[in-house]
């Protein structure tokens, strides 16, 4: 019985992964920008399922709401607000897209490398509490300032964003 | 040991995704593109935090916390993003970096 639900959590596991980065794949790899976006919210939903399997159902709910259901969607409509899609894009140069993988294969192997000579120690005495009940208390207590300070950020970004995408319209 | 109880599944995972995403960042032209780079890269960094706080950190809530404040800053950081990508937009009629040069002395 627990060898075929552990069996059938490693299974769903992979599929996790598998989600994670095809999603990757196509929001970097395709031509269509739109399918750039949809490759985005498949890779987001694989990361939020990849929360589930680190403990936090409130972490994955909440990076379905943000990513998937409010970034992927402005960006769709910057997306329809901008450029027609039926343009078509210029070829890509060969030798940007090797000097690119190099760059980033650089620093892939560079991180890799690091992960894999790091002795991880965990911490010696570890809380048990995986409770939402507790993040809200740990936002508004120790973290309040992270909280204030998320709020803030947020309703400048919002003005800004109002005042510098209003500019060239106003002359109706 | 199962392969989703270790966190060097985890880092290995986001480790791959913070690849993609900066290939993405340093070869693509359309600054939208650019932008959806950028958020995996973020994602990548959640996972990281996501995976420490899971299987090193002395309390579970302050992982958590600090991955909410990276979507917020993520969210602030796409509205604006994409403003700026919209007023580009209207005064150059492309939103391909290569055109993007007026600061060019």
């Keep these: 019985m627990s060898f075929l639900a552990h069996s059938l959590a490693t299974l769903a596991f992979f599929a996790v992964v598998g ?3 095809i999603g990757a794949l196509i929001a970097v790899g395709a031509r269509n920008i739109f399918h750039n976006v949809l490759g ?5 939903i694989g990361v939020a399922g990849l929360f589930l399997y680190l403990n936090s159902p409130f972490v994955a709910l909440m990076e379905i709401l943000i990513y998937v259901g409010a970034i992927c969607i402005a960006i ?15 070829p890509r140069s060969l030798l940007k897209t090797l000097g690119a993988l190099l760059g980033a294969g650089a620093v892939f192997a560079f991180l890799a490398l690091l992960t894999r000579k790091t002795t991880w120690v965990a911490a010696a005495e570890r809380s048990k509490d995986w409770s939402v009940t507790t993040i809200g208390h740990y936002l508004l207590t120790n973290y309040v300032l992270i909280f204030e300070l998320v709020s803030l950020l947020l309703l400048v970004a919002m ?4 005042v510098t995408a209003r500019d060239g319209r106003s002359s109706s | 040991m199962l392969i989703f109880n270790q ?18 960042v340093l070869s693509r032209r359309n600054l939208i593109a ?11 960094a959640s996972i990281n935090f996501m995976a420490f706080n899971r299987f090193l950190a002395p309390h579970p809530a302050v992982g958590q916390v600090i991955t909410l404040f990276i979507m917020a800053v993520a969210a602030a950081e796409a509205a604006i993003a994409l403003s700026i990508i919209m007023a580009v937009y209207r ?3 492309s939103i391909s970096a290569e055109q993007t040069t007026e600061l060019r002395g």
């Excluded at chain 1, 985005?40 to 987001?44: N, R």
């Design chain 1, 19 to 21: 989600l994670t980065i």
């Design chain 2, 34 to 44: 650019v932008l959806i780079s950028v958020e995996l890269m973020l994602n990548a």
């Design chain 2, 7 to 24: 966190l060097e599944t985890y880092l290995y995972l986001a480790l791959v995704l913070f690849g993609i995403g900066l290939y993405g």
């Design chain 1, 76 to 90: 769709c409509f910057a997306i329809m607000l901008s450029q027609p899609l039926y343009l078509k894009a210029p």
């Design chain 1, 159 to 162: 003005l800004g964003a109002i």
């Design chain 1, 40 to 44: 985005l919210a498949l890779s987001l």
């Design chain 2, 91 to 93: 005064k150059l009629k």
